[in-house]
């Protein structure tokens, strides 16, 4: 019978880092909490989460890059939102977080989490922060303890 792979949604005693755009406060402040309580609802501590904060979305590849280079993370959390109604760059701002953050987790071989709203209105924005599209950072955080859980049994492999 063929070996599956499955990832549990527990942590261990692994680091997770968040970084979170302050453009659109408003709305990724919501991911960021949706994302905070999913990792401490799976066993987290606070002293396993550092959050860092970056100007916008432009902002958010560089700052995941450094934080896996540090080495400390098991998993970077990418959090931020592009709103089309706000910008006349919507597509390049889409664009640079969309590539930068696959790029990212590539390079670092790390899972680095597209946690990223990207929509025309702000109210759709809100139905994907915790309203009735459910919370993209919630999400976003439990793709990377799943991640962590499933990418950590290739060692056991015999
Ligand atoms: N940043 C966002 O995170 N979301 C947006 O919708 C947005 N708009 O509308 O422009 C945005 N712009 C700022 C950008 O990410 C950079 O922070 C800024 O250009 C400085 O480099």
């Given at each position: 019978m063929a070996q599956e792979l499955h990832g549990a949604l527990k942590v261990g005693s692994e680091r997770y880092g968040i970084v979170v755009s302050r453009f659109n406060e408003f709305i990724t402040s919501r991911l960021l909490g949706g994302a905070l309580d999913c990792l401490?609802?799976?066993?987290?501590?606070?002293?396993?989460?550092?959050?860092?904060?970056?100007?916008?979305?432009?902002?958010?590849?560089?700052?995941?890059?450094?934080?896996?280079?540090?080495?400390?993370?098991?998993?970077?959390?990418?959090?931020?939102?592009?709103?089309?109604?706000?910008?006349?760059?919507?597509?390049?701002?889409?664009?640079?977080?969309?590539?930068?953050?696959?790029?990212?987790?590539?390079?670092?071989?790390?899972?680095?989490?597209?946690?990223v709203v990207t929509c025309d209105t702000l109210e759709q924005a809100i139905d994907r922060a915790g309203a009735k599209g459910g919370n993209l950072g919630a999400a976003a955080a439990a793709g990377a303890i799943e991640s962590v859980q499933v990418l950590g049994q290739l060692g056991a492999i015999k």
């Amino acid at each position: 019978m063929a070996q599956e792979l499955h990832g549990a949604l527990k942590v261990g005693s692994e680091r997770y880092g968040i970084v979170v755009s302050r453009f659109n406060e408003f709305i990724t402040s919501r991911l960021l909490g949706g994302a905070l309580d999913c990792l401490k609802r799976h066993g987290a501590n606070d002293d396993q989460i550092t959050v860092m904060w970056v100007p916008g979305s432009f902002e958010v590849p560089l700052a995941a890059q450094r934080m896996a280079a540090t080495g400390k993370f098991a998993a970077i959390i990418c959090l931020s939102a592009v709103i089309r109604g706000q910008t006349d760059h919507y597509e390049q701002v889409c664009q640079q977080i969309t590539r930068g953050i696959g790029e990212v987790g590539l390079k670092a071989n790390l899972p680095v989490m597209f946690g990223v709203v990207t929509c025309d209105t702000l109210e759709q924005a809100i139905d994907r922060a915790g309203a009735k599209g459910g919370n993209l950072g919630a999400a976003a955080a439990a793709g990377a303890i799943e991640s962590v859980q499933v990418l950590g049994q290739l060692g056991a492999i015999k």
